[in-house]
């Protein structure tokens, strides 16, 4: 069992930048697929990053493509989301999470089993 633990989220204005880290415990990161979702307020959450267990694939919602990044160290096994040119819109509790099935890609956000505590981005106009 995966247990994650997220970092580096808070209060940053329109154009700035924050990375955010999710440390994991446990033997089966390098088989999982992991991802960032979040929940904006009066929203649904959403898979705005993922990325394959080997790191070879990577996904990424149209309203981040071009300015999120998201990466991985299987060695430190962590996984990160560097975010660029930060929106208002940006603005939501940003979760790491692991698919629940091993060797398998995708951004449904009901199959990912085992998520972090979740940590806060706000994004000031």
């Known amino acids: 069992q995966v247990q994650l633990v997220e970092s580096g989220g808070g209060l940053v204005q329109t154009g700035g930048s924050l990375r955010l880290s999710c440390a994991a415990s446990g033997r089966t990161f390098t088989t999982r697929t992991m991802g960032w979702l979040r929940r904006a307020p009066g929203k649904e959450r959403e898979c705005v990053a993922a990325i394959s267990w080997t790191g070879g694939s990577t996904y990424y919602a149209d309203s981040v493509k071009g300015r999120f990044t998201i990466s991985r160290d299987n060695a430190k096994n962590t996984v990160y989301l560097q975010m660029n040119s930060l929106k208002p819109e940006d603005t939501a509790v940003y979760y790491c999470?692991?698919?629940?099935?091993?060797?398998?890609?995708?951004?449904?956000?009901?199959?990912?089993?085992?998520w972090g505590q979740g940590t806060q981005v706000t994004v000031s106009s």
């Open positions: 999470a692991s698919h629940r099935d091993t060797y398998v890609m995708s951004t449904t956000t009901t199959h990912y089993g085992t």
